[in-house]
């Protein structure tokens, strides 16, 4: 018998300090992958080609950004924005 390979982790993850528990598990530590950037970029041009316009807040409320995940990291953990620390970029 040959033991499965576990998937390799990506490596341009972004990391995030908080202190969260969930269920009984504290987390320290949430990496998320920045790939919604480029999501957002895809949406960006799809407004562009439908020729939809948008304002900075309206766009604020439906893109994802290190503030949004700040945000629901705050939600999760009841803490101020503060101390959820961002390591990297």
């Known amino acids: 018998m040959t033991a499965k390979k576990s998937p390799q982790?990506?490596?341009n993850l972004s990391k995030y300090e908080c202190d969260i528990v969930i269920d009984k598990q504290?987390?320290?530590k949430l990496e998320i992958s920045p790939n919604y950037r480029e999501k957002n970029k895809e949406f960006q041009l799809g407004l562009k080609r439908?020729?939809?316009k948008m304002t900075k807040t309206e766009l604020s409320k439906v893109?994802?950004?290190?503030d949004l995940i700040y945000e629901l990291v705050q939600q999760l953990d009841g803490k101020?924005?503060?101390e959820v620390k961002h390591e990297g970029e």
């Open 9 to 11: 982790k990506p490596t």
């Open 26 to 28: 504290r987390f320290t």
């Open 50 to 52: 439908k020729g939809t």
């Open 63 to 66: 893109l994802i950004s290190d």
């Open 80 to 82: 101020s924005k503060q």
